[in-house]
């Protein structure tokens, strides 16, 4: 079965300082991997996605991911962080034999992003 | 136009009745689902719904029924209300069913809270 670690459930970063959210991912098959964004009292957006191909990924509002099968691990990351980036981040799988429906989400991680 | 709307935003209530979420979605997907984020912001899937084929996830109480009356709309029913249902739902919807790499459409969730 798929599961999703999300290290850290906060991280603070300041104002155009890079930003690393941790995913690190278990699958047993090849993994479709994405990476959703929720602002406050809004539903979430997909921000990327990982299928085949391209290992690095980039996504909306300068935020880009990269999936490295030796590591299971699909990092997110942009070089400078905004203040409209505070926000919960959720990274999901699926096997890409699954469904939607089989969508896993990891617990996400909060950014705040300080002046 | 927001693309899955869902009401209400809020819903606060008793144990022990029975409430309804609405939603709708106007961009003519095939497919609809219910998701469940807890306090801990852990996101799982509840139903995934097409015309065709209703898939529930083993974990969730018969107390909560998905309802569609046509393709657009995705209504959650919960009988018998607890405590432990508190919590935000959120509907979506994709464009296909079982396309894995299909993009989901979140409405902005509907806290509910069982008092």
């Known amino acids: 079965a798929q599961s999703v670690t999300q290290l850290g459930s906060h991280v603070s970063v300041s104002e155009g300082a890079l930003v690393l959210l941790r995913c690190n991912y278990s699958?047993?098959?090849?993994?479709?991997l994405f990476w959703y964004v929720q602002y406050p009292n809004q539903g979430l957006q997909l921000l990327l996605k990982?299928?085949?191909?391209?290992?690095l990924v980039k996504g909306i509002n300068g935020f880009e991911a990269e999936f490295k099968k030796s590591e299971t691990s699909f990092h997110l990351t942009k070089p400078s962080a905004h203040m409209s980036d505070a926000a919960e981040y959720f990274c999901a799988v699926i096997d890409s034999g699954g469904s939607q429906g089989n969508l896993i989400f990891g617990k996400g991680t909060k950014l705040s992003v300080k002046p | 136009d927001t693309a899955v709307s869902q009401t209400p935003k809020y819903l606060v209530t008793q144990m022990g009745n029975d409430k309804s979420i609405k939603c709708e979605q106007n961009l003519g997907h095939d497919t609809m689902y219910w998701y469940k984020q807890d306090s801990k912001k852990f996101l799982k899937i509840m139903f995934s719904y097409n015309n065709k084929e209703l898939i529930i996830n083993e974990t969730v109480p018969n107390r909560f029924s998905p309802k569609s009356p046509d393709k657009a709309h995705l209504n959650l029913h919960i009988n018998s209300l607890e405590l432990g249902d508190s919590a935000v739902y959120f509907c979506?919807?994709?464009?296909?069913?079982?396309?894995?790499?299909?993009?989901?459409?979140f409405g902005s969730g509907t806290q509910l809270s069982v008092l």
């Open positions: 990982y299928t085949t191909g391209a290992t």
């Open positions: 699958s047993s098959v090849p993994p479709y």
């Open positions: 979506a919807s994709s464009k296909k069913t079982g396309a894995t790499n299909e993009k989901l459409f």
